[in-house]
């Protein structure tokens, strides 16, 4: 399979009390996260497969799983983020099938998912391109994909708004991450169309809003 250049970043997964932060803080997104499921349940028939790529947490699968009543599976590199996924899940009472795997390596036969959702994840990933057409192989015909990510021009006061009610330390912390990590690894509209282009899916549509973008991919 065809690759662009890989990311210079070494984009490990996050494993230990890095993950156990991470799930603390955005257990506060339960609302958006909430709202999301909410849409793609809307597109779903009964017993459609839902794959979540890079769920971190697992918050947006135990909202998919509890609202679609469908199958759905979860796929992270991340061991630390695999077990409290699954945790969540337990707490939760669904059932939601976290496994651990590479995104660029999916471990799933071809044509398995009606749709595909990946949050939050998409600039970590080193292989973009062989994740695009991983997501296009495992996808059914007429499936669909959504990639929801950081925009690399984000309104930076919009960020502070978003984070404003975290309190100072950890707002501080989310700021700088979001200035010396994040925004490097963020895509533009023309550099994520680029990509789509590139891949299998060959086209796509792009919703920008003030922080980032949604983007939706047809098979
Ligand atoms: C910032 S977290 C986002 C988690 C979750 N999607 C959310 O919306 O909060 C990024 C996630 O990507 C995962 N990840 C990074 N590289 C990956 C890869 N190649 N394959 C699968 N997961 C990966 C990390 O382990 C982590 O769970």
Known sequence: MTDAPAKPHK?????GFVATWYARQTAHDRE???????????LLNPGSR???IAPGPGYLAIELAKLAGGRVTGLDISRTFVQ???ENARRAGVDVDFEHGDAADLPFPDGQFDFIVCRAAFK???????????????????????????RKDYSPRAVSDYFK???FFTAAIIKLT???????????????????????????EIRLDPIGFELWLRK
Request: charged share 25%; aromatic share 6%; hydrophobic share 40%.
């Open 11 to 15: 984009g490990r997964g996050m494993e």
């Open 50 to 52: 839902v794959l979540e």
């Open 84 to 86: 409290i996924a699954a």
């Open 124 to 150: 970590n990933f080193t292989r973009p391109l062989v994740t695009l057409n991983e997501m296009h192989r495992v996808l059914k015909d007429n499936g669909t994909a959504l990639v929801i990510d950081l």
């Open 165 to 167: 009610n975290r309190g």
């Open 32 to 42: 958006e996260v909430q709202q999301t499921a909410r849409r793609i349940a809307d």
């Open 178 to 204: 979001f200035r010396t990590m994040l925004k490097s690894r963020a895509y533009s509209k023309e550099s994520m169309m680029g990509l789509v282009a590139q891949s299998q899916f060959g086209q796509g």
